[in-house]
């Protein structure tokens, strides 16, 4: 009897101190959950008693702590890109803005002749063209990126919608004397997709070349596996970082850019995406490649 009663109390004691120690952890992970709290540390909680079910949720919390940490920094970076975005829309939406109002001031203001005041009426006139792009292109792609939406495809000649991509810009390359020279290897390309979505990549890509750059743009269509679609230039700027470039509002610096939203490409990825294609970037001393892969 005696024997039981040493064996009970030898229990009992293992008990008690089982329970002074988990009484200890769970003491101690609610302060160090406090100073994480308070004092915004990176800090993860620590065991001082090594016990097996008391280190699982110490595991499962430091899970926690670090998924709240990364949920901060992506809400930081974003916050600072929808900071540096504001700053990009507001620089490109008053930049035509100020320069059709000094326009009209002038007008107004001046002792102007018909035919000064209607040639500064087409400056004005294309001016606020810009502005209406400028917002069609924010519009555009907050749709893009506030919805899911499949998109229907049908067969779609790719070499048509490429060539008819190509004459939109035709009068612009050559007021700047320069060109757009297209190499395939095949007259008709027909693929499944849609001609709406790859018509405004096409014109997004060949835009932002024309934009960014001053030489001629060289596009070439390989067949192999896949359709890859090349657009090669020369770049302006060779500071652009290609690993950002489809980053949505990226601009290597406002200052230099052409009437530049960061937006053309942006654009064309998700389209690309959704057209179930990839496009990517790549940069060999001044020669830009932006390419796609159907």
Do not use: W
């Amino acid at each position: 009897m005696e024997f039981i009663i040493i064996i009970l109390i030898v229990i009992i004691i293992i008990l008690l101190t089982y329970l002074f120690l988990y009484h200890n952890e769970l003491k101690n992970i609610s302060k160090e959950i406090d100073y994480i709290k308070n004092m915004d540390s990176n800090t993860l909680i620590h065991s001082k008693y090594n016990l097996k079910n008391i280190n699982n949720l110490i595991q499962k919390i430091n899970n926690l702590v670090t998924e709240s940490k990364d949920i901060k920094t992506d809400y930081s970076n974003k916050n600072k890109a929808l900071m540096k975005m504001m700053t990009n829309i507001s620089h490109d939406l008053r930049t035509p803005l100020t320069s059709a109002l000094g326009y009209i001031d002038i007008i107004l203001k001046s002792d102007m002749s018909e035919e000064e005041k209607k040639k500064d009426l087409i400056t004005i006139e294309k001016r606020l063209k810009r502005l209406e792009e400028l917002i069609s292109s924010f519009f555009e792609f907050s749709k893009i990126i506030t919805t899911n939406k499949t998109p229907e495809l049908e067969k779609v000649n790719l070499n048509s919608v490429l060539e008819e991509s190509i004459i939109f810009f035709y009068n612009d390359y050559k007021k700047s004397n320069r060109e757009i020279l297209l190499e395939c290897e095949q007259r008709k390309i027909i693929i499944n997709s849609n001609r709406m979505l790859l018509t405004r990549i096409f014109e997004n890509l060949i835009g932002n070349a024309y934009k960014h750059s001053n030489s001629d743009l060289n596009i070439k269509v390989e067949i192999k596996d896949r359709i890859k679609i090349v657009f090669g230039n020369e770049l302006l700027n060779n500071d652009i970082d290609i690993d950002r470039i489809f980053d949505e509002f990226y601009t290597v610096d406002i200052s230099r850019t052409k009437q530049g939203t960061g937006l053309g490409l942006a654009i064309a990825k998700e389209f690309t995406k959704q057209l179930g294609g990839n496009i990517y970037a790549e940069k060999n001393e001044e020669i830009l490649k932006i390419i796609i892969e159907i």
